[in-house]
């Protein structure tokens, strides 16, 4: 039987992708979407790995309460869910088009006619019954809720603008012009994995804490994710530069990165893997973090590899931003080389250096326009354990002969230095951490490094720029998870920031 348009457009998408995949199938009506229906189709997603939905359409039901597309929005929007279409045609018929590997229906078809099962049988298919368990339930929900920036715990510091003159509207403005900007990103790649588990109690053996892993997200992070924070809030190109092992999670980060519209520049280093940060967590709570990495610097010729790119690419970029996370893909002569580079052509450097161990001195990106180190960063980089943060700032900018030093402090905010001048009675302010109910602090420092830099080389002052970075910062860690931060979610908290008229 010759299948409807909407059957056919879906049958050839998922065919393009999941030629080896083991692909799933699951169809209905899903008037409202319900805690059935999310064990239902996590279930299903463990029964192999490209989940395909069909919701039916209008016209091929007469049990239905909402439309088809509001039907099929809901279903879309759940992460298991690889691809959802409006099932237009008898379900039997297009499962003897797609031949999917397994049916899914819900436990209450068990005992009834299943007319999909000859078909199955006729190619090896499976036709499989289950409702998940239970304890599912809500975390689609849960997940759902906590990717959402809860505005209303990001507060305005009126002392900070009054000080510095800063006219919130302008921000729009300077977030308008962001889209002019070419901007390159030069870092260490990194992949976060959140494990979110169940705990079952305590083991009788030993004593320790015995959990069941439920549902697994990944997440770009490294200098990844300040590249896709930098297209995110709305640059006109970013190109990334890094080095990623020859593994499953290299190319996660290339499909990421690709779909968040940056454009990469990976060089594969059979010598390490791409790095791999896992969490563990129970509700609101991380149990355990593993790591995946070598920290060895990258050879000689990987070094030359990566400058031939990044020279191709550098000489019409407004701003270069290194994001080292000291996992050895920024050796100091690949530093050294790229910022004489932007010096002879006048691009603007940024630069920030994390440091996980005793590991790491941010003051070796020298000629910056912009240093954004933690307290701790800065007093690594200094050897300086006693000084006040004023005089610790003011010295790291000596020394790293840096324009701006922005000093992160978490939960008291940040520290902003610049360099004295007859113009400012101000060298040195602090602005308070505007978010009052942090969830994740994953990724302030990266919205916080990009969206001020992308604020300065737009001539702005650093008193707003750093402004607008923390507005970003606290956007950034009222959600679960390391994504990137949209132009339009930080036009929202910048609106609701104005003061009312009158």
Known sequence: ????????????????????????????????????????????????????????????????????????????????????????DAAVDFIAALRPAVVVKGKEHEALGNPELSILKSYGGQLMFGSGDVTFSSLELIRSESERVNHAAITRSAGYLGRHNIDIGDLTHTLDQMKQLKVCVIGDTIVDEYIQCDPLGMSQEDPTIVVTPLVTDRF???????????????????????????????????????????????????????????????????????SHLRQHGISTALQRQMLDRIMAKIADSALVVFADFNYGVLTQELVDAIAKECQQRKITMVADSQSSSQIGDVSRFKNTALITPTEREARLAMSNHDDGLVVLADRLRQKAK??????????????????????????????????????????????????????????????????????????????????????????IEIGKSRPREG
């Open 1 to 88: 039987m010759k299948l409807k348009p909407s059957s056919v457009a879906a049958l050839e998408k998922v065919k393009k992708v999941s030629a080896k995949r083991r692909v799933v199938f699951v169809y209905g009506n899903f008037n409202i979407v319900h805690p059935g229906h999310l064990r239902l189709l996590r279930f299903a997603s463990e029964c192999g790995d490209y989940l395909v939905v069909g919701v039916r359409s209008d016209r091929t039901s007469t049990d239905l309460l909402i439309g088809e597309e509001a039907r099929l929005e809901s279903i879309a929007a759940i992460s298991w869910v690889n691809h959802a279409f409006i099932l237009d």
């Open 220 to 290: 770009v992070g490294g200098a990844a994710i300040v590249a896709a924070h930098a297209r995110s809030l709305g640059a006109k190109s970013v190109d990334f530069f890094s080095v990623i092992g020859n593994d499953k999670i290299g190319t996660y980060i290339d499909e990421k990165l690709r779909g968040y519209k940056v454009r990469t520049q990976l060089v594969v280093d059979e010598s390490r893997p791409t790095t791999l940060k896992q969490r563990y967590r129970v509700g609101s709570k991380t149990l355990l973090r593993v």
């Open 402 to 491: 840096a324009s701006h030093v922005v000093v992160t402090l978490g939960a008291e905010g940040i520290l902003v230095h610049t360099r004295p001048t007859r113009r400012h009675r101000f060298h040195t302010d602090q602005l308070e951490a505007l978010n009052t109910s942090p969830k994740d602090p994953a990724g302030a420092g990266d919205c916080l490094l990009v969206c001020t830099a992308m604020g300065l080389v737009l001539g702005r002052p650093i008193w707003e720029s750093a402004y607008l970075g923390s507005l970003a910062a606290a956007c950034q860690v009222g959600r679960i998870g390391n994504l990137p931060l949209t132009a339009d979610e930080l036009r």
